[in-house]
């Protein structure tokens, strides 16, 4: 299993390394794209964001671009698929994330059967045109993992020429809770070889009424790989933790990584913040700032299931740097007050 950080290290480094000042930070306006959740952006070459997003109603994939973050919240919203009326991806339209892979597009998103809304997985579209918002996108169908348990959250990165799949989802034995696992692919639509457990529910704030590790995202930074995750029940409690492996550790092998004990982001009280989480990474225009990209509610108090709320809100915010390479995510920023 994982090397913990010690936590007396890990709290002295958060209070005793110098970081950046704030005001050289980018500011967004928050939120950038009102109800939506489980963001994805991603600067592609040809200079647009694009991005992807649950929606309040789980039952279609959108895709938007701008050339600025904060210009998401007014582009068009493309509808390019649209949930089956019966069948294996009739309900539970989670977590889309568009990829350019080999000249191609692929969405990775969750579905479940509209007759057993629980039996959740993974599936993928294609687009081959080299405009997302053109073209075809064809129904490529379950990306298998291994075993069949309820899956979730499919996110996939290259390093060093190795393209990787990593994804949540439930132990092959059944036990209780999600975990986030990694696998090589071969295709942008197989996996090779076994699995590798990353992370599971351990810490008390990884269980705050359930037992969830998902929402995996990846940044490759200053000779190390991060993995952040969000932990616990979709609502105030929700919260990011981090992996972290150096850039020529076998990442295959879960002893390569560490696990922070402690959250690294989470709802901020001060700045009316709460559950902040499955994020995305991406940098500003001159890719001289990360920025990361995530989900999160201006509200405490839910009525009902928090999954039914519709006001998880898009937002971002600047990533700073501590002197010894790790990051540092604050807390959620504050909304902007309203005009008087």
């Not at 971002?316 to 309203?338: M, Y």
């Amino acid at each position: 299993m994982l090397r913990a950080y010690g936590l007396a290290a890990l709290l002295a480094a958060s209070f005793l390394i110098p970081r950046p000042a704030r005001a050289a930070d980018p500011v967004f306006h928050n939120p950038l794209v009102p109800q939506r959740a489980d963001p994805h952006v991603t600067l592609q070459p040809d200079g647009w964001y694009y991005f992807t997003a649950t929606v309040p109603e789980y039952d279609r994939i959108e895709i938007r671009r701008a050339r600025v973050l904060d210009d998401l919240g007014k582009a068009e919203a493309k509808v390019v698929w649209r949930k089956h009326a019966k069948g294996p991806m009739g309900a539970h339209i989670w977590a889309p994330e568009m990829h350019r892979i080999d000249g191609k597009w692929f969405i990775y998103f969750t579905a479940a059967p509209s007759e057993h809304v629980w039996d959740i997985r993974l599936h993928v579209l294609e687009n081959a045109s080299a405009d997302p918002f053109t073209g075809e996108w064809v129904e490529r169908g379950q990306l298998k993992t291994g075993w069949e348990s309820f899956a979730l959250d499919a996110t996939t990165f290259v390093h060093r020429g190795q393209r990787f799949l990593v994804w949540t989802q439930r132990a092959p034995d059944g036990s209780k809770g999600t975990n986030i696992y990694i696998a090589k692919m071969d295709t942008p639509l197989s996996i090779t070889g076994p699995a590798t457990m990353l992370t599971r529910p351990e810490f008390a704030w990884e269980k705050v009424k359930y037992e969830v590790n998902e929402a995996p995202a990846v940044l490759l930074k200053n000779g190390r790989v991060f993995l952040s995750y969000s932990a616990s029940a979709t609502d105030a409690n929700y919260a990011m933790g981090l992996l972290t492996a150096r850039e020529d550790a076998d990442l295959l092998d879960a002893r390569s990584w560490s696990k922070s004990p402690q959250p690294v982001f989470k709802s901020s009280e001060t700045n009316r913040q709460w559950g902040p989480g499955h994020n995305s990474f991406t940098t500003t225009p001159d890719g001289k700032t990360d920025v990361l990209v995530y989900h999160a509610r201006n509200y405490r108090e839910i009525a009902g299931d928090s999954l039914h709320d519709p006001n998880r809100n898009t937002r971002a915010q600047a990533i700073r740097w501590r002197a010894d390479g790790t990051p540092d995510f604050g807390e959620p920023v504050a909304d902007p007050a309203p005009p008087r």
